[in-house]
């Protein structure tokens, strides 16, 4: 069993729906219908939520989002409407929400990985593969690669591991056209699912 030791109450502000409670992030809705995505201070460890917090968390992956959101802007759109604090939220908020427009989630965690380590080792520990491609013998625990490879895992909810799969197994869960613009497709951000359609 996993999830959360102690499960925060969401905060109530005027004009904001709860949507979700996250790992890290709150989810509401505004009176607009635009998301409203409030970044923790949580921190979460073999997908359990713990009651430990590091302060100002949410702050700097926040900003780190919007670096990365700013750095790909020519390459793929993003969903940041705002940046700006919604009126009546209180000032904690500040510094680690955005308001972002609704898209359809695709559930798929999109991984350019360029080096060997973390589930990526164990996998080709076992099996010389990651996500089913072929590696070469004697790589070791932050081996570069030959080249960037595509190693996508499935968005698990609250609760839920995470878990490698093939590129053809997302191709049978989201489509081959889907499949193919999320490989080619600088993805991830916040959350590090791609997302489409409004």
């Known amino acids: ?64 989002s919007l670096w990365w959101f700013d750095q790909l802007a020519d390459l793929v759109p993003n969903h940041v409407l705002s940046t700006e604090l919604p009126a009546g939220a209180p000032e904690e908020w500040a510094g680690r929400t955005t ?21 990526g080792l164990v ?4 099996s010389r593969t990651v996500c089913g491609l072929g590696l070469p013998e004697g790589l070791v625990d932050g081996s570069e690669l030959p080249g960037p490879i595509f190693t996508p895992a499935t968005k698990a909810a609250v609760g839920d591991h995470d878990e490698n799969v093939s590129y053809e197994e997302v191709a049978r869960q989201v489509g ?9 497709t600088p993805s991830g951000g916040e959350g590090g699912a791609g997302a489409q359609g409004r």
């Open 99 to 119: 308001i972002c427009r609704s898209l359809r989630m695709v559930p798929v965690e999109c991984v350019a990985r360029g080096y060997l380590t973390g589930s």
């Open 1 to 64: 069993m996993s999830g959360f030791v102690e499960k925060p109450e969401p905060v109530q502000v005027p004009g904001l729906t709860h949507l979700h409670t996250g790992k890290v992030r709150d989810l509401y809705r505004n009176e607009a219908g635009d998301l409203v995505m409030v970044a923790s201070d949580r921190m979460s460890a073999y997908d359990w939520v713990l009651p430990t917090e590091i302060p100002d968390k949410g702050r700097v992956l926040t900003q780190l």
């Open 176 to 184: 081959a056209e889907t499949a193919a613009q999320l490989r080619r």
């Open 123 to 126: 996998e080709y520990n076992a």
